[in-house]
């Protein structure tokens, strides 16, 4: 079997994505962050809750200023202007003045994508984290700062 | 110098390999991880043992249902059927419920890899560790379970 | 948008070289390591200093033998022969009688290359840790390796 140049294409741009994604994550610019995914995407953290669309999206990432989201090798498919992707991700914590930087948690993305006009895209993205949330919130002393995204 | 579209094609295949290897590696399916091998292949983990053929391979991988395999940049080497690589990995603990998730070592896989019919497969694997791999395997509490695979 | 061969081509000669340059620079091996510069090149570590040239490079490598050096996912951009990279990498200790191992740091790689009869070869390396240097050379031991590179 030989993959072909669309699939390897594909490939190399998903992963291109999710270092980008990645940067954007880390840096709290929520609104750069949010374009990664298509309009009217789904952000699932398991454990805490489900962030509809780019603007509940952007204030999910402008939470986490403390974290350096990691991730390494994902398993890819590609379905014509669809794919999946499992992703293995590692949370890092960073004190913003350089005084703490630890390993926090490891997890998964479980990502459904979209080829639109500007690359491919996050409509569904779903982390699954390997230490309990709360646990997590607070090594990262961001339990307020999610509590408050909370849905009424 | 410009890579033909063959090393492109089985250099992205071997990455889907080593992340599917290290799903099914955490999931303690032995089983379905035991197939990732060829039938016949050596897993060597220095300081502990080398197992034969698939039914060890899948009881070694029984042996560590708290582990997760993280693996980040191979070198990898093509030549005609066959494969080599060089993979950086690192192992995370993760307690099945949830309570704690840690950096336990750094390490290598040293791989030889064969293509298939069903893709490519390892033939033999090795792993280093960076870390005494009785203190890795008490840091996980799996010293019992790997003690018990210990050939008589 | 499908990206061309070239660019693939590119993109995985410049994922092999970060392999590379991780084992090389883990090997405590600064001659061959240095050579995965372009003669000239500067390697820059913030809040430490620049290295010019090769010899101040391998000088550099020399000093840390106990260092794993892990890096995932990069954002690689390719301009004819020359190529820019955000690389996130990870740092972690590792005793050289592997009693100890251990994460320290999460940080940055920015990098410029260049394509040489050698294939692409770093010519502006700069490293952005997520902790305070001086924290991770403690925490590695190496505070005075590295004090004796000081330039007068």
Known sequence: MTLDIQFLSDYVEIRQLN?????????????????????????????????????????????????????????????GDSASQRLRMLTVYRAEDLSKNDFVASGWYLDELKRTPDGWRYYRRRVE????????????????????????
Chains 1, 2, 3 share one sequence.
């Open 19 to 79: 270092a980008l994604y990645n940067r954007l994550a880390d840096s709290g610019d929520g609104d750069a962050y949010a374009q990664l995914y298509t309009d009217g995407a789904e952000f699932h953290i398991v454990g805490n809750q489900t962030y509809c669309g780019r603007k509940e999206i952007a204030s999910a990432a402008n939470a986490t200023k403390v974290t350096v989201h990691v991730t390494t090798e994902p398993e890819i498919e590609i379905d």
């Open 129 to 152: 984290l390997d230490l309990d949330i709360n646990a997590v919130f607070e090594k990262m002393a961001v339990t307020d700062s999610f509590a408050a995204l909370v849905k009424k």
